[in-house]
């Protein structure tokens, strides 16, 4: 079975080269972005299962990024876990608005990101039936 690609868009390199390695000894293929801008031409490429998404991005920022997925459809089937410091209860009921699978908050404990990220993929990607 190939691995679930997943996708970091976060501007800080420290949380990517930590995600990455973190996901890639979970078996999940890793894809990266620094900004919404290149988030958004790797979500369009069609090569991504699932985003983890900062949103205080540089360039084009991670709410943006939300309100391009709303409005392109072929987005919209791509999971977004929101990866955020901001703890406002504004801009979390504007992100479950925005159709976010996910909130996890910055500092993230990586048990519970990863319980977040198979709950995404289970839901986009239910598993066969097992076989009578």
Not at 19 to 25: A, Q
Not at 41 to 52: F, P, S, W
Request: aromatic content about 4%; overall charge negative.
């Amino acid at each position: 079975m190939t691995p679930a690609r997943i996708l970091i868009a976060d501007d800080d390199a420290s949380i990517r080269r930590l995600l990455k390695m973190s996901l890639r000894y979970q078996n999940y293929a890793v894809v990266e972005a620094r900004n919404g801008r290149e988030a958004l031409t790797k979500m369009r490429g069609g090569n991504v299962d699932l985003v983890l998404l900062d949103l205080m991005m540089p360039e084009v920022s991670g709410w943006d990024v939300l309100r391009e997925r709303t409005a392109d459809p072929s987005l919209q089937r791509i999971p977004i876990i929101v990866m955020t410091a901001t703890n406002e209860r504004a801009a979390t009921v504007g992100l479950l608005n925005a159709a976010v699978d996910a909130i996890v908050a910055k500092p993230f404990d990586l048990d519970a990101l990863e319980a977040s990220i198979s709950a995404c993929l289970e839901r986009v990607h239910p598993a066969a039936p097992a076989a009578a």
